[in-house]
């Protein structure tokens, strides 16, 4: 028999259902920062003129991750900076995990990868 009622099950859903959704806006918003931090690093690293824009983007998401998930924000930042200065690198020293510089020694045909790598 169908009936209206409400059930416990139905009533969790839309709990789950947010979860899921603040999940996923987390996963995004963390996508995103990774990105623009890369892009950020790699066009400062080239002293690139975008950089300081790409770098803004970047903060503007970080405050956005910050001011809903401020736990995440928290554990992760730390991990954030020591990610950046491994990848900061000299405008003239080729750096392997470099997007700039992997572009540049494709067609320059420059191996760059780290010894242990090759
Ligand atoms: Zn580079």
Same mark, same amino acid.
């Given at each position: 028999?169908?009936?209206?009622?409400?059930?416990?099950?139905?009533?969790?859903?839309?709990?789950?259902?947010?979860?899921?959704?603040?999940?996923?806006?987390?996963?995004?918003?963390?996508?995103?920062?990774?990105?623009?931090?890369?892009?950020?690093?790699?066009?400062?690293?080239?002293?690139?003129?975008?950089?300081?824009?790409?770098?803004?983007?970047?903060?503007?998401?970080?405050?956005?991750?910050?001011?809903? #998930?401020?736990?995440? #924000?928290?554990?992760? #930042?730390?991990?954030?900076?020591?990610?950046?200065?491994?990848?900061?690198?000299?405008?003239?020293?080729?750096?392997?995990?470099?997007?700039?510089?992997?572009?540049?020694?494709?067609?320059?045909?420059?191996?760059?990868?780290?010894?242990?790598?090759?």
């Amino acid at each position: 028999m169908i009936t209206n009622k409400v059930t416990p099950t139905a009533l969790a859903q839309p709990v789950e259902l947010d979860a899921v959704r603040r999940r996923a806006r987390l996963e995004g918003l963390l996508d995103i920062r990774d990105r623009l931090s890369t892009l950020s690093v790699e066009r400062r690293s080239h002293g690139l003129e975008d950089a300081m824009q790409t770098f803004g983007q970047q903060m503007a998401v970080e405050a956005a991750i910050d001011q809903e #998930f401020p736990e995440v #924000f928290a554990e992760r #930042f730390g991990a954030w900076v020591a990610a950046e200065v491994q990848l900061e690198h000299d405008t003239y020293r080729m750096h392997p995990e470099c997007g700039i510089c992997q572009a540049i020694a494709q067609r320059a045909g420059i191996n760059i990868d780290p010894p242990e790598a090759a």
